[in-house]
């Protein structure tokens, strides 16, 4: 059992940056896989990144590749994800989730495959 709280959403200018952070308390926060989804309003939520144990695998959606960093920081049980180079269509509610992993279970890009969520904070992107 773990929960997780994000913070660090806002309203932000086209081309801005945001650092998001996810709190995790309950558990030992270094046996999960920590991942991030969005969701825009009418939309299904969606694959932004995950990274591994020990912070040395990350896996990223196309679209957010070249513009988003996940990392975490197992000594203070937070996950972060850096967005740079913001645009409107990166505008949703942002979560982040967690899997307890072992050396057989996939890095998930699928929602169904977290079974610990966070409640979520808003990124807007606007001019």
């Known amino acids: 059992q773990v929960q997780l709280v994000e913070s660090g959403g806002g309203l932000v200018r086209p081309w801005d940056s945001l650092r998001l952070s996810c709190v995790a308390s309950?558990?030992?926060?270094?046996?999960?896989?920590i991942a991030w989804f969005r969701q825009a309003p009418g939309k299904e939520r969606e694959f932004v990144a995950v990274v591994s144990l020990t912070n040395t695998i990350r896996y990223y959606a196309e679209d957010v590749r070249d513009r988003f960093t996940v990392s975490r920081d197992n000594a203070k049980n937070t996950a972060y994800l850096q967005m740079n180079g913001l645009h409107p269509d990166d505008t949703a509610v942002y979560f982040c989730?967690?899997?307890?992993?072992?050396?057989?279970?996939?890095?998930?890009?699928?929602?169904?495959?977290?079974?610990?969520w966070g409640q979520g904070t808003q990124v807007t992107v606007s001019s």
């Open positions: 989730a967690a899997d307890l992993k072992t050396l057989t279970t996939p890095y998930s890009r699928f929602p169904d495959d977290y079974e610990y």
């Open positions: 309950g558990d030992d926060f270094s046996k999960y896989a």
